[in-house]
């Protein structure tokens, strides 16, 4: 881990195999069309994507290719298998402790899933609609998969095993003195405990459905990192907007970007549930503190809707907000990355791996905005 991270740090310059295939631009392509539905010739160089255009949407494709891979793993085991969301049978142990939460977590999830895949699907489709190169990471899905029941025995992306779960969304998003883009603070972790250590948010064999209280442990984790998850993307698209140029793009943004909202709302509710009543798992060394009847506004679970806090600068009113936006700051591309390494979901993968996916998060940063 410690060396993937420096990795991380030490990509800034390269970045030169990036743009391979934008030279057969869509530019004669995309100007057919337009002529084709009658639009003055004008409008031409306005609809071609810049480069900052393309390196944001291809990151954005290379997150939700990374976003579908984890879902689709809960999904397999705790979520709904079906037609829309095809693979795996279920593990009846983990799915019961899921549903502790609320009777409707695998319908949760399985939507959950079933939305990345669009997301990932249509950014492809669309930089292809453009002449623009598509992202595959095929070639990394190297990880293996939970070896319990239910879920398929296929190379995976991503690492669900061995969690480092950041909660300080929790307490950042109760916060009404502290905004990450103005001060930089660090925020209290919601469970101390998962942001230490390594822990299962999927069950990794048969052996981890019993006792009753370690399956709950896995489950209340996986609760937890379905809002660590969705809040990344609650920050990014917003982030990255910023940087679009194209009209058409930034509706891209502001249109898929606020449905990661809508998943991180459901899932910080939900996680407050993976809480109550007070839960200490011993045999795991886990502890979930009771967030349900604490009189800690900072803490407590159903506060569950952005408190106004300071934006832009101090000068101004109280304001509800996502936070964080600023351009390059924590909730940008390279931070993203950089969390999802912390996360723990890429203990296994290839150093050209994290090469890969760091540069398309840096010429996503880079991109800005043309007038
Ligand atoms: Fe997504
Ligand atoms: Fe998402």
Same mark, same amino acid.
């Given at each position: 881990?410690?060396?993937?991270?420096?990795?991380?740090?030490?990509?800034?310059?390269?970045?030169? &195999?990036?743009?391979?295939?934008?030279?057969?631009?869509?530019?004669?392509?995309?100007?057919?069309?337009?002529?084709?539905?009658?639009?003055?010739?004008?409008?031409?160089?306005?609809?071609?994507?810049?480069?900052?255009?393309?390196?944001?949407?291809?990151?954005?494709?290379?997150?939700?290719?990374?976003?579908?891979?984890?879902?689709?793993?809960?999904?397999?085991?705790?979520?709904?298998? *079906?037609?829309?969301?095809?693979?795996?049978?279920? $593990?009846?142990?983990?799915?019961?402790?899921?549903?502790? !939460? %609320?009777?409707?977590?695998?319908?949760?999830?399985?939507?959950?899933? *079933?939305?990345?895949?669009?997301?990932?699907? &249509?950014?492809?489709?669309?930089?292809?609609?453009?002449?623009?190169?598509?992202?595959?990471?095929?070639? &990394?899905?190297?990880?293996?998969?939970?070896?319990?029941?239910?879920?398929?025995? =296929?190379?995976? !992306?991503?690492?669900?095993?061995?969690?480092?779960?950041?909660?300080?969304?929790?307490?950042?998003?109760?916060?009404?003195?502290?905004?990450?883009?103005?001060?930089?603070?660090?925020?209290?972790?919601?469970?101390? %405990?998962?942001?230490?250590?390594?822990?299962?948010?999927?069950?990794?064999?048969?052996?981890?459905?019993?006792?009753?209280?370690?399956?709950?442990? =896995?489950?209340?984790?996986?609760?937890?990192?379905?809002?660590?998850?969705?809040?990344?993307?609650? $920050?990014?698209?917003?982030?990255?907007?910023?940087?679009?140029?194209?009209?058409?793009?930034?509706?891209?943004?502001?249109?898929?970007?606020?449905?990661?909202?809508?998943?991180?709302?459901?899932?910080?509710?939900?996680?407050?549930? #993976?809480?109550?009543?007070?839960?200490?798992?011993?045999?795991?060394?886990?502890?979930?503190?009771?967030?349900?009847?604490?009189?800690?506004?900072?803490?407590?679970?159903?506060?569950?809707?952005?408190?106004?806090?300071?934006?832009?600068?101090?000068?101004?009113?109280?304001?509800?907000?996502?936070?964080?936006?600023?351009?390059?700051?924590?909730?940008?591309?390279?931070?993203? =990355?950089?969390?999802?390494? #912390? *996360?723990?979901?890429?203990?296994?993968? $290839?150093?050209?791996?994290?090469?890969?996916?760091?540069?398309?998060?840096?010429?996503?940063?880079?991109?800005?905005?043309?007038?």
């Amino acid at each position: 881990m410690k060396e993937t991270t420096k990795q991380l740090e030490n990509t800034a310059s390269r970045r030169s &195999f990036l743009y391979k295939g934008l030279a057969v631009g869509g530019a004669g392509v995309i100007g057919a069309g337009l002529l084709a539905k009658g639009l003055p010739a004008f409008a031409h160089g306005s609809s071609d994507l810049t480069q900052g255009d393309v390196a944001i949407l291809r990151f954005l494709a290379a997150v939700e290719i990374i976003e579908s891979d984890l879902w689709q793993q809960y999904n397999e085991l705790g979520g709904i298998q *079906d037609r829309e969301v095809p693979g795996g049978s279920g $593990s009846t142990a983990y799915t019961k402790a899921l549903q502790n !939460l %609320d009777a409707d977590m695998s319908q949760y999830i399985h939507d959950n899933t *079933d939305d990345e895949f669009s997301h990932m699907n &249509f950014l492809n489709a669309f930089l292809a609609s453009k002449g623009a190169e598509q992202v595959n990471l095929d070639k &990394f899905r190297t990880l293996p998969s939970s070896k319990a029941t239910g879920a398929q025995q =296929i190379p995976r !992306l991503t690492n669900l095993m061995q969690l480092t779960v950041d909660t300080s969304w929790w307490t950042r998003y109760r916060n009404d003195q502290q905004n990450p883009d103005i001060d930089h603070p660090t925020f209290p972790q919601a469970v101390p %405990d998962l942001f230490q250590g390594q822990h299962p948010a999927i069950p990794r064999s048969d052996a981890d459905l019993a006792p009753a209280n370690h399956i709950q442990a =896995i489950a209340n984790t996986a609760a937890f990192h379905f809002g660590f998850i969705e809040q990344g993307g609650t $920050s990014l698209y917003p982030t990255l907007a910023q940087g679009v140029t194209d009209l058409e793009v930034l509706r891209i943004l502001l249109s898929i970007g606020p449905t990661e909202t809508m998943h991180f709302q459901v899932w910080h509710d939900k996680a407050g549930a #993976a809480v109550s009543p007070p839960f200490n798992v011993k045999d795991t060394g886990l502890a979930f503190p009771d967030l349900s009847t604490t009189n800690d506004e900072n803490l407590r679970a159903n506060l569950i809707m952005p408190e106004p806090t300071i934006f832009l600068n101090r000068t101004f009113p109280h304001v509800s907000i996502i936070r964080p936006t600023q351009q390059g700051g924590s909730g940008g591309a390279v931070a993203t =990355i950089k969390a999802f390494n #912390a *996360d723990g979901l890429f203990i296994g993968q $290839s150093d050209e791996f994290m090469q890969f996916v760091s540069n398309l998060a840096e010429q996503a940063d880079q991109a800005q905005r043309a007038a």
